[in-house]
């Protein structure tokens, strides 16, 4: 099969390429290697910023239908220390920039925005080749080929695109999640609930921290953030829920009841979550008719700029590619030149954000960037 554009993968980056792409009429099919839309959870909360990703959905024309997406109430914010003092508190008074989402319905409103048939799930790349004259071929695990006049690698941390541009490999940031869920949280976890709040906590300490998010129908998710090698994990028994829950409870000891509860009364298994990232500074030199986006490109640990970066390239991508009809390479290039700065300055500030959570002096100097951030504005 041949096809001018194929994009390998479904994520929020790869689909706003396409439909941004289909708004200037121009065709491509995405291959995902998920079964189906619903195969597998699409992640919790994402607050959508003014700066990227809300632009990257203007350019999409779906601006409207993103903000009917939006749970008000959710950029309430509070910083707390082990022992549930609230060092820091801002509520959601309508004025933020960050509003938030459930990252499965922006997803799914995406999907709804493209020609049926646009992704074809169930299409897992195994391998890509480079034919000449830019042009490749990617090979999937049912054995099928498509040849491509331009290849979009946007596949996430373990791209199969990504070797051909470069050898770059993520690396462990010697940091990982343990993620929790407690559902009908007022009625079954009321002390947990209170603590909360109607959108997000951050309980932090040196090396570790609770950060949970209030999501639909009263769920509580949680990310417990531990700075601790992966051989550590490894020692965990995570098929056995009620003992890794115990195992990881252990870690905070000490800490107010009522944020432990966001471990000991998780409602489902713990799940971990290890975090990896590409060099600061990663980029390649121009190869003909391809290039990568979003995590694929620039991965770097959680810092609330990745969804956003990812949509952001994926529009910037698809402008550029609208604005040089034949000239593949211009737009290729014109592309390139502003995201790897922009990737580069987003993991210089994840760098900074988690030196504020985790760090000696956690979470002091995260209450202190808060603080100098209302003084600027």
């Known amino acids: ?195 909360v709040g109607g959108g997000s906590l951050l309980a932090l300490a040196p090396g570790r921290g609770i950060q949970a998010h209030r999501e639909k129908g009263g769920t509580l998710h949680t990310y417990l953030a531990l700075s601790e090698p992966q051989e550590w994990f490894a020692a965990v028994d995570f098929t056995d829920g009620a003992a890794a829950l115990a195992r990881i409870a252990r870690e905070f000891d000490g800490w107010a009841p009522e944020l432990t509860a966001l471990i000991t009364e998780s409602d489902t298994a713990p799940v971990l979550r290890p975090l990896s990232g590409l060099p600061a500074g990663h980029r390649w030199d121009r190869v003909p008719g391809v290039t990568l986006l979003g995590d694929a490109a620039h991965l770097s640990g959680p810092n609330g700029e990745g969804a956003n970066l990812a949509m952001l390239d994926g529009a910037e991508l698809g402008k550029a590619l609208a604005a040089h009809p034949g000239r593949t390479e211009a737009a290729l290039a014109e592309y390139e030149r502003a995201m790897f700065p922009r990737g580069t300055e987003a993991a210089l500030d994840g760098d900074r954000l988690h030196e504020w959570m985790f760090g000696a002096d956690a979470p002091h100097a995260l209450v202190a960037a808060f603080r100098q951030e209302d003084e600027r504005a």
Do not use: C
């Open 1 to 195: 099969m041949h096809t001018p554009v194929t994009i390998i993968g479904a994520g929020l980056g790869g689909l706003v390429l396409a439909r941004v792409l289909h708004v200037h009429g121009i065709p491509a099919t995405v291959h995902e290697a998920e079964p189906s839309p619903t195969a597998r959870s699409q992640g919790g909360m994402l607050d959508i910023h003014e700066e990227n990703g809300q632009l990257a959905l203007e350019e999409a024309g779906l601006t409207d239908a993103f903000r009917e997406l939006v749970l008000e109430g959710r950029e309430a914010i509070r910083i707390l220390d082990r022992d549930a003092n609230v060092l820091l508190e801002r509520p959601d008074d309508g004025s933020g920039g960050r509003p938030e989402v459930q990252r499965g319905e922006l997803r799914q409103l995406l999907l709804d925005s493209l020609p049926a048939g646009t992704v074809r799930w169930g299409h897992k790349a195994t391998g890509v080749r480079a034919l000449g004259g830019g042009r490749h071929e990617v090979s999937f695990a049912d054995g099928g080929t498509v040849v491509t006049e331009l290849l979009v690698g946007a596949d996430g941390a373990w791209s199969r695109v990504r070797p051909l541009l470069s050898d770059a490999v993520p690396a462990y940031i010697g940091r990982s999640f343990v993620e929790t869920w407690l559902y009908d949280a007022d009625v079954r976890h009321p002390a947990a609930a209170k603590t």
